[in-house]
C-alpha cells in the first residue's frame, strides 16, 4: 500500500512540475500573431522609399495601403466558420502560408499597380483568418481559468509585432533596400509553420504530445455548450450589446490603423525625422500597449476567479 502510495505521489509531482503543453500552443499562436503584424506594418516604413521609387503620391500611396483591407474584411468571417468546421490548426497554417507568399511577392509586385493592390489584397486575406482561428483554438486548448490572460498575450502580439517591424524596418531597409525587406518578413512565416505543422492539434484529444493528465484537466474544464445547427443571425444583430461593441471596435481600429499605417510617414514628411529613426519615434505607443495588454489579461482573470462576472470584468 505505501509503495502504491508513493508512486501516486510521485507521478502527481511528475504532472504539475511537467510544462504544460498547452503553453506551447499559446506561444505558438502569438508568435503567428508577431508574424502577422510585422508582415502587416513593414509597408508602413517601406512606402517612404517605395513611393520615392516608384513616383507615388499621397493619393496613391493611400490606395496601396487600404488595399490590404480589402482581403482583410472578405476572410474573417468565413475563417471562424471554417476554423470551427474544420480545425484551427489547418486554417491558421493556410492563413500563414498565404500572407507570407504575399509578403515575398510584394516586391516584384510593385511593376504594376493592379497587380500590388491585388498582392497586398491577398495579403489580408490570409491575415483575415488569424484571430479567428487562434480564437477557435484557445478554446479547445485553454482553461477556463486561464483564458483571458492567454488571448490577452495573443493581442499583445500585435503590439510586439508593430515594433518590431517598426525597430527592424529602418536598418534593414537603409543597408539591404527596401525589397529586401518583404523577403526577410515573408521567410518568417515559412520558419514558423515547421514547428507549427509539427507540434500542433486542432485540440488536445487530437495531439499525441499532450500528458494525458492535461488532456483531461483541460477537457474537465472545457465549456460543455454544443454549437447550434445555425447560427442565429436575428437574434445576433437585434442584441444591443453586439452593436456596442462592434462600434467600440470600429472606434479603436480607426485609431489603430492611421497610426499603424502612416505615423512614420508623417514624422517622416511632416516633422522631418530621417528614415533612420522613424521606426524608433513610433514604437512608443506600442510598447506601452503591451505591457498593458498583458497586465489586463491576468488582473482580469483574477477578477474572474474572485467571483465577478466576465461582463463586469
Same mark, same amino acid.
Given at each position: 500500500?505505501?509503495?502504491?502510495?508513493?508512486?501516486?505521489?510521485?507521478?502527481?509531482?511528475?504532472?504539475?512540475?511537467?510544462?504544460?503543453?498547452?503553453?506551447?500552443?499559446?506561444?505558438?499562436?502569438?508568435?503567428?500573431?508577431?508574424?502577422?503584424?510585422?508582415?502587416?506594418?513593414?509597408?508602413?516604413?517601406?512606402?517612404?522609399?517605395?513611393?520615392?521609387?516608384?513616383?507615388?503620391?499621397?493619393?496613391?500611396?493611400?490606395?496601396?495601403?487600404?488595399?490590404?483591407?480589402?482581403?482583410?474584411?472578405?476572410?474573417?468571417?468565413?475563417?471562424?466558420?471554417?476554423?470551427?468546421?474544420?480545425?484551427?490548426?489547418?486554417?491558421?497554417?493556410?492563413?500563414?502560408?498565404?500572407?507570407?507568399?504575399?509578403?515575398?511577392?510584394?516586391?516584384?509586385?510593385?511593376?504594376?499597380?493592379?497587380?500590388?493592390?491585388?498582392?497586398?489584397?491577398?495579403?489580408?486575406?490570409?491575415?483575415?483568418?488569424?484571430?479567428?482561428?487562434?480564437?477557435?483554438?484557445?478554446?479547445?486548448?485553454?482553461?477556463?481559468?486561464?483564458?483571458?490572460?492567454?488571448?490577452?498575450?495573443?493581442?499583445? =502580439? &500585435?503590439? *510586439?509585432?508593430? $515594433?518590431? #517591424?517598426?525597430? +527592424?524596418? /529602418?536598418?534593414?531597409?537603409?543597408? %539591404?533596400?527596401?525589397?529586401?525587406?518583404?523577403?526577410?518578413?515573408?521567410?518568417?512565416?515559412?520558419?514558423?509553420?515547421?514547428?507549427?505543422?509539427?507540434?500542433?492539434?486542432?485540440?488536445?484529444?487530437?495531439?499525441?504530445?499532450?500528458?494525458?493528465?492535461?488532456?483531461?484537466?483541460?477537457?474537465?474544464?472545457?465549456?460543455?455548450?454544443?454549437?447550434?445547427?445555425?447560427?442565429?443571425?436575428?437574434?445576433?444583430?437585434?442584441?444591443?450589446?453586439?452593436?456596442?461593441?462592434?462600434?467600440?471596435?470600429?472606434?479603436?481600429?480607426?485609431?489603430?490603423?492611421?497610426?499603424?499605417?502612416?505615423?512614420?510617414?508623417?514624422?517622416?514628411?511632416?516633422? =522631418? &525625422?530621417? *528614415?533612420?529613426? $522613424?521606426? #524608433?519615434?513610433? +514604437?512608443? /505607443?506600442?510598447?506601452?500597449?503591451? %505591457?498593458?495588454?498583458?497586465?489586463?489579461?491576468?488582473?482580469?482573470?483574477?477578477?474572474?476567479?474572485?467571483?465577478?462576472?466576465?461582463?463586469?470584468?
Amino acid at each position: 500500500m505505501q509503495q502504491l502510495a508513493d508512486a501516486e505521489l510521485a507521478s502527481a509531482a511528475l504532472r504539475t512540475s511537467r510544462f504544460p503543453y498547452r503553453y506551447v500552443i499559446v506561444a505558438l499562436f502569438f508568435l503567428s500573431t508577431v508574424i502577422c503584424y510585422i508582415d502587416r506594418v513593414n509597408v508602413s516604413v517601406a512606402i517612404i522609399p517605395m513611393a520615392r521609387d516608384r513616383g507615388y503620391d499621397a493619393a496613391t500611396q493611400g490606395l496601396i495601403l487600404s488595399s490590404f483591407f480589402w482581403g482583410y474584411l472578405l476572410s474573417q468571417l468565413a475563417g471562424g466558420w471554417v476554423a470551427d468546421r474544420f480545425g484551427g490548426k489547418r486554417v491558421l497554417a493556410v492563413g500563414v502560408a498565404t500572407w507570407s507568399i504575399a509578403t515575398v511577392l510584394t516586391p516584384p509586385a510593385t511593376a504594376s499597380l493592379g497587380l500590388l493592390l491585388a498582392v497586398r489584397a491577398l495579403l489580408g486575406i490570409g491575415e483575415g483568418v488569424n484571430f479567428p482561428a487562434i480564437h477557435s483554438l484557445a478554446a479547445k486548448w485553454t482553461k477556463t481559468s486561464e483564458r483571458a490572460r492567454a488571448v490577452a498575450l495573443n493581442f499583445t =502580439g &500585435v503590439h *510586439l509585432g508593430t $515594433v518590431l #517591424a517598426l525597430l +527592424l524596418s /529602418p536598418p534593414v531597409i537603409l543597408r %539591404f533596400g527596401w525589397r529586401a525587406l518583404f523577403y526577410c518578413s515573408g521567410l518568417l512565416g515559412f520558419i514558423w509553420l515547421v514547428p507549427w505543422v509539427l507540434k500542433s492539434a486542432n485540440r488536445p484529444e487530437d495531439s499525441t504530445r499532450i500528458s494525458r493528465f492535461e488532456c483531461e484537466e483541460i477537457a474537465s474544464d472545457r465549456s460543455a455548450i454544443t454549437p447550434p445547427a445555425a447560427v442565429p443571425w436575428r437574434r445576433i444583430f437585434s442584441e444591443p450589446a453586439v452593436w456596442a461593441i462592434a462600434l467600440a471596435h470600429t472606434c479603436n481600429n480607426w485609431g489603430l490603423y492611421i497610426l499603424l499605417l502612416w505615423l512614420p510617414t508623417y514624422l517622416n514628411k511632416i516633422l =522631418g &525625422v530621417p *528614415l533612420a529613426h $522613424v521606426g #524608433a519615434y513610433s +514604437l512608443i /505607443p506600442w510598447l506601452a500597449t503591451f %505591457f498593458a495588454g498583458n497586465l489586463g489579461g491576468w488582473y482580469g482573470d483574477h477578477l474572474i476567479a474572485r467571483g465577478l462576472t466576465v461582463t463586469y470584468v
